[in-house]
């Protein structure tokens, strides 16, 4: 018990020096990494403001993804009051799927009592999460991490523990202040 809290002393000096930093390496086909999963730790309900930077949130998969975070966000302890998508404009054939996409997201969420604010940019290119609370997770393939489902009734169509994911890395830092995007 005394080597537990010495180590809670320790990363809770880290997070308040700014150096705390953690990280996950998901393996190709590795299962158990939700978003619940990957985020929970880290939410709490001094959560109200989230900054989301991703510049693949355009076709209907990586829309449903996003739909997903913000449900996890909706139904954590957190009181999320606003939600920033930083991504970029699909300047294809799925433009206008893309913004009907996040215009339906944003008129659900606004039903939930949250905002959420939308900016497009041509350069944007790193992903990363920040919570108000200063923490900040970067995921090297942003929230598109999963693998398509093998079929509309498999196992990890709806449950993302379930569903197999691409390999990437996910660098949690914690930065007493965290900084809009």
């Avoid at 920033?84 to 996409?101: A, N, P, R, Y």
């Amino acid at each position: 018990m005394d080597r537990a809290e010495i180590a809670k002393k320790y990363t809770d000096q880290e997070k308040e020096d700014g150096k705390y930093h953690r990280q996950i390496k998901i393996e190709e086909n590795a299962t158990g990494f939700s978003y619940e999963s990957l985020f929970q730790e880290y939410l709490n309900e001094t959560v109200t403001e989230v900054w989301i930077q991703d510049p693949y949130i355009r076709q209907i998969h990586q829309l449903y993804n996003f739909l997903r975070f913000c449900e996890m966000l909706i139904k954590r302890p957190c009181k999320v009051k606003t939600i920033h998508l930083l991504t970029s404009l699909d300047e294809g054939s799925g433009k206008e799927q893309q913004s009907s996409g996040l215009q339906e997201i944003k008129e659900s969420l606004k039903n939930h009592g949250v905002l959420l604010e939308l900016e497009y940019s041509s350069s944007v290119h790193d992903r990363e999460i920040r919570f108000n609370n200063g923490w900040m997770i970067k995921i090297g393939r942003g929230l598109d991490y999963f693998k398509k489902p093998q079929s509309r009734f498999s196992l990890g169509y709806c449950d993302f523990d379930l569903r197999p994911c691409h390999e990437t890395t996910v660098d949690i830092f914690h930065n007493k202040h965290t900084k809009k995007i």
